[in-house]
Structure formats: structure tokens, C-alpha cells
């Protein structure tokens, strides 16, 4: 699967339909209520029972900032009252207790991921408090295979910080620039210093930090090619190991924040595909590999590699490497995954703060995937991230007749093949280098409630 | 300490009830108690036969204290027997698989001393011991029958008394139940464990973490495969030689 060589603009067009992006499946507009904090006890009590547990991944939200992005979708919450992030802290510690008393104490953290919001609103004490804290409530693995990484907003964090960080424990970092032109930076409220962000990727190498990675977001207000050319150029001059490149989609009647960007200023879907194509361009042509959906890495980088011999794996931070972990979400909104199950925290901080305040675990509501949620879960994976679907695998582990069992869906790629998305053959679909890009609307073939409801029209633009 | 016999749970238990399936007719036939008996023999057996409901997991058929009436075979499913010791821990004295007798540590004290609870949906056929002894006066077969079953009993505690290693001991459990389930018709290579790793750890005197260590290695040594309860024997003869056993 190498990266096509001409730019599939007119397909990218005709497809540019909703679509979710599967960093789960079932996604979770399919969560439910009735999957509650006694269900979800029992998916971790039954985990906990497997013959050999899997690892854990923990995942933390921290979803404060101090300013906001117009252009984020995320659930955070802004405030300059530093009081308001103390006393959510004081709730996550509650919740890191109850979460960790339910999980066998010999199950080893081998991922841990601070994400937001802006992790780093919180100041070295207050975040090394919180590793504390999960040391204290569960087995974080020491090996240097370990994957623990935090995402960092470069204007709150200097070369000091940096070095911190590196001694809390966490060996990645995951640095926010999205676009280094200042008029773009102004558009988007997120003025940043150039300068000042290159050097704290060449400080986080200095300081230990074995994998720098680095996210972008393209269709931004006043983006123009020549523009964005020039904030790829200074990034890759700092040789990231991984690059995310986001669509912006922007979508004022959902997202508040998304109102404060006038609409005309948002590149019309012509430039968006001009901006798309010279940053693949770009990318590849410095030599990095195109790992599917958003994301890029260096060759020698472990996505690359596990892409390469087919154990790449998707999840919640998009794609990863881990051997398959029970993934523990903790603070406000959080995903979780345990056993074959999702669950969700309230996404309210008030709601969240109020049912730790009671004792309870704050969990909203989650799902329980059943056997056809975990063979079409497995086929999407495949085509995620291996890039191709052999049947027999299918038949042999699930008992199933794959052409019998997905006879619809297989008639409905018909037309993706025609438009050389994928080859079709005797057992096998196998994703062209088109369809990379594009990934997305092969998987949306196979989801079992987008074809029984498609109408899906709050999904972000594919493209 | 001990609880008087808990009538309720011996009610609930052997309720009177028309024996539904004949024993004559039980898959478990070859391997049950009346196996050896002539169809005579086998009808008069079929009447001292209690056949229970369906038992949920977690639902106990013996409690230590529970004055010794009965013994029970199990029809489906798994049992779990385990004392409390001193210190409230549970330990864990062994498992029960379909055509395996219930109870027969009862006879010399005629209390139960361990506790005995469904680890699945599961079945039993009630036997009230004093019927099945006077029968056994009479029907040689069944005498001999009911000595054979004790004595393999024993046989398996002393293998398992002997001084292994975690990994002798794990690998020899997976043997033993390979052995058994391989003998009810299930598949040897393949086969679902309805008891936790705690409840193994406890059962081979382990910690819990080294039961998934070892599994772990065996995997990686391509021995087993497995998905969270499921195990699949890949290496038979691996396993066999880890287990000091000649069979599986």
C-alpha cells in the first residue's frame, strides 16, 4: 500500500460524504444508557478474570484551557479560574481510586495518555501529583517499551517543562501547531511563537523524549496553499517521527466555538483538495510513510514498522502499536474499552463532579458489542489498517460465509471498485493506493447501523 | 463454625421429581456411575436418581457444615469446591467436570467439609448415599464401580501433592482437564475454562499473576493459544513432557 502518485481529486469530490472515522466500532453514537456502572463492573470483573488479563491502557482527560481555538470540536472547558481546575482534580483523584481498586493489581499499564483540553493548563506539581496518583492505584510498567505520552500546547510550555515532563515518566509527546501563519493564528485565536515551538521539539529529544509527534489541521480560515507549503517546510525541517494532518470541518451549528470563524474565510472545497494533495506530496516526497486516515510517520517509526507486518491496531488516539489493552478512560467524557465493551464518563464537568461527590463512578453510558458488532469491528480494523480483508480469517473465526454473511455489503463495493478504490477478488478485498485516502468510505460499507440509518449528516466531511 | 445442615438448600436440591432422562439414555452413560451395570441393574439404579433443576453460577449445592445425606454427579456444566481457612482466605480443592461424583469426602465424617459452588450453568442428579450403598451390596458392578472412582480420585490428589514447579503444576492441570474433557466427547485440543485464574492460582497453591505468566509463555513457546477463557492445546507433547505425565 504506497501512497498514490496522482492526486484522486474528482473521486475525493464525488466521495466527500459524511463518514465517522472508527476509532471505534460500534461508534459511540451508538452508546446507550442502559449500559451502566453495574455494567460496566461486570465487563471489568470478567476481564479480570481472563486467563492471561490483558495490559491496561489508561487515558486521562484534563479539559481545561486557558484560551479558546475557534476551531475546536473537543469537550473542554475554557477558564483563566486555575480554582475550577483544582477542584476537578480533586475529583479525578476519587475516580482514579475507584478505577483502580476494580482492575487486578497485576495488570501493567503499557500506555498512558494525558489528553484535553490543554493537559499542560495544569503546572508541573499538579501533573506530577496525578502520575502519583496513578502509580498509587495501579502497575505502570517501567519497561522503555512503554508508551506514555501527553499532548502539549507549545505557549504553555517552555524548555524547563519539557525536561519535567520527561522526568514524570512520559517518553512521548504530542505537541499542538496546527499552522504556524499568523494571520491563520489569528483567525483561530492560537497565536503561537514559530521559534519558540521548534525549539521545544529539539528540547523534548534533548530531554529523552523518544517520539515527537506533531498535529496540523488543514482547511483553516485564510489557509491558502502557498501558506500552508510554508508552515510544512518549518515543521519538517524539525523531522517529527509522527505527523497527524487534520480536516478542519467546519460545523458552526454544532460547535460553538466554530461560530466565532466567519465562514467565508474558510477555504472553498477546491482549495481544501489543493491543500490536501501538496501536504501529501510534501510528506512523502521527505520520506515520510502514509499510515491511513490523518496520520504519518517516519520510516523507521514503530507505525511504519507495525503497518508494514500487519499488527497495527486502532483506538481512541487514532492509530497504534500496542498489543490489544483494556483501555481505562478517566475524567470528565472519557472512552473507555474493557472486555468487549465500551464505556463513557459523563461529558458534563458539573454531572461528572457531582456523581464522584456521591461515591459513585461517573459513568453516562457505554455498549456491549455483540457477535456481529465484533466481526464487522474486526473486518473494519482490517481495512483500517492492514488494507486488506481475507475471508477465510473471517470464516474461520467467526463460522461464518463471508460472501453469504455480507452478500449486501459485498454488492455495494461494486461501485467503489469500478471507481478503483479497492480490487475485488475471490476471498479478498484489497484497498488500492486511491483508497487509502478514502479508507473511510470502504469501512462505512460494512457499519452495520450507518446501513440501517443513512442519514448520518453530523459527521465531519470525509475529506 | 460449621452451619447446621441447611435443610433448604437439600430441599431445593432433591425435590421429588419423575426422573426426566433415564440414565440409560445420558450421554454421560460410559462414564457415570451405573456404567457397568447390566439394563436390569440400570433400571433399578435409575430409581434411586434425584434429577435437580438447572443451577445458576455462584448458586452453592453443598455448604461446609451440611450434614453428609447425599452425593451428586454432575450432569452439565462445573463445580468448584473450596473451604475458608483461618484467615478467611478461600482456597480453592478442586474442580468438578460433567460424570464426575460430588461428596465422597463427606462419607467418613458424614458432614461436608467444603463448600461447593456452580461455576456455570450447570446440572447435577441427586444420589442419596445411604440407597447407593445398599445397592452396591447387592450389584458387585457398582461396588467395584464406586472404588474405581475414589481410587482415581486419590490417585489424581497424590500426582498433584507431589513438589512441581509452576510450570509442572499448570501445565499438569491443563493435562488433566485435556484428559477429561477429551474423555466426555468434548474436543482435547480446545476447550473453555469456567473457572477464573484466581480460582486456578488458589487450586494449585500459585500466586494469581503466575498463572498468567506461565500461560504467557507457553504461548509464546507456540504450546497454547490463548483468548481470554479459551485455551487451545497446539503442542500436545510439549505440554506432556512439561507435566512429567506420559498421558494427557
Known sequence: ?463 | MYRAMSAESQKKLYFPERLQVACSQCTLGDLCLPRSLDPVGLEQFEHIVNKSRPIQPGEHIFRAGDKFVSIAAVRAGCFKSYVIDKNGEEQVLGFYLPGEIIGFDAIHEQIHRANVVALDTSSICGLSFDSVSEMARQLPQLQEELFRVMSLHIAELEASAADLSAEERIASLLCSLSRRFASRGYSSKEFNLSMSRRDIASNLRLATETISRVLARFQSAGIIKVNRKKVAILDSDKLKDLARRDTC
Open chain 1, 1 to 463: 500500500m504506497g501512497i498514490t502518485t496522482t492526486f484522486p481529486s474528482e473521486l475525493i469530490t464525488k466521495y466527500g460524504l459524511a463518514g465517522p472515522r472508527y476509532t471505534s466500532y460500534p461508534t459511540a453514537l451508538q452508546f446507550h444508557e442502559g449500559y451502566d456502572a453495574e455494567a460496566y463492573r461486570r465487563h471489568v470483573d470478567s476481564s479480570n478474570d481472563d486467563l492471561i488479563p490483558k495490559p491496561l491502557s489508561l487515558y486521562v482527560h484534563l479539559p481545561f484551557c486557558k484560551e479558546l481555538c475557534y476551531y475546536c470540536a473537543c469537550n473542554k472547558k475554557v477558564t483563566r479560574n486555575t480554582q475550577r481546575a483544582v477542584e476537578y482534580l480533586q475529583r479525578l483523584d476519587k475516580e482514579i481510586v475507584m478505577q483502580g481498586e476494580m482492575f487486578d493489581r497485576d495488570r501493567q499499564v503499557i500506555q498512558l495518555h494525558f489528553g484535553g483540553g490543554t493537559p499542560t493548563y495544569y503546572d508541573d506539581i499538579q501533573l506530577r501529583h496525578i502520575v502519583d496518583q496513578l502509580s498509587a492505584n495501579f502497575l505502570l510498567s517501567r519497561s522503555d517499551s512503554r508508551e506514555f505520552s501527553i499532548e502539549i500546547d507549545p505557549r504553555t510550555v517552555d524548555e524547563d517543562r519539557v525536561a519535567q515532563l520527561a522526568d514524570m515518566g512520559f517518553n512521548r509527546v504530542s505537541m499542538g501547531i496546527q499552522d504556524f501563519d499568523h494571520a491563520v493564528q489569528k483567525a483561530v485565536n492560537r497565536v503561537q511563537d514559530e521559534e519558540k515551538t521548534l525549539r521545544l521539539i529539539e528540547a523534548s529529544r534533548e530531554s529523552g523524549f523518544n517520539s515527537v509527534s506533531v498535529d496540523l489541521i488543514y482547511g483553516l480560515p485564510l489557509q491558502t496553499p502557498e501558506s500552508f507549503e510554508r508552515t510544512i517546510d518549518s515543521v519538517l525541517s524539525s523531522r517529527p517521527n509522527r505527523l497527524s494532518v487534520y480536516n478542519y470541518a467546519h460545523l458552526p451549528h454544532l460547535f460553538r466555538a466554530q461560530r466565532m470563524i466567519s465562514s467565508e474565510q474558510v477555504p472553498i472545497p477546491e482549495v481544501r483538495l489543493q491543500l490536501l494533495a501538496s501536504t501529501i506530496s510534501k510528506l512523502v516526497d521527505a520520506g515520510y510513510v502514509y499510515i491511513g486516515m490523518d496520520h504519518f510517520a517516519l520510516p523507521d517509526d514503530e507505525l511504519a514498522i507495525a503497518m508494514d507486518n500487519g499488527t497495527l491496531q486502532r483506538n481512541f488516539q487514532g492509530y497504534s502499536t500496542c498489543r490489544e489493552t483494556d483501555l481505562v478512560g478517566m475524567g470528565v467524557s472519557a472512552i473507555g474499552k474493557v472486555g468487549n465493551s465500551f464505556v463513557q464518563n459523563l461529558k458534563d464537568i458539573r454531572a461528572w463532579e457531582a456523581a464522584i461527590d456521591e461515591g459513585g463512578l461517573p459513568v453516562w453510558r457505554g455498549l456491549g458489542m455483540s457477535g456481529e458488532d465484533r466481526l464487522r469491528r474486526a473486518v473494519i480494523s482490517a481495512i483500517m489498517c492492514q488494507g486488506f480483508v481475507r475471508f477465510a480469517e473471517f470464516e474461520r473465526k467467526y463460522g461464518i460465509d463471508f460472501n453469504d454473511h455480507f452478500a449486501l455489503e459485498l454488492e455495494s463495493l461494486k461501485p467503489l471498485e469500478q471507481d478503483g478504490l479497492i480490487e475485488l477478488s475471490e476471498g479478498t478485498i484489497e484497498v488500492t493506493s486511491t483508497g487509502l485516502l478514502l479508507l473511510r468510505v470502504i469501512a462505512m460499507k460494512f457499519d452495520e447501523y450507518l446501513i440501517n440509518d443513512l442519514q448520518g449528516k453530523s459527521y465531519s466531511k470525509v475529506i
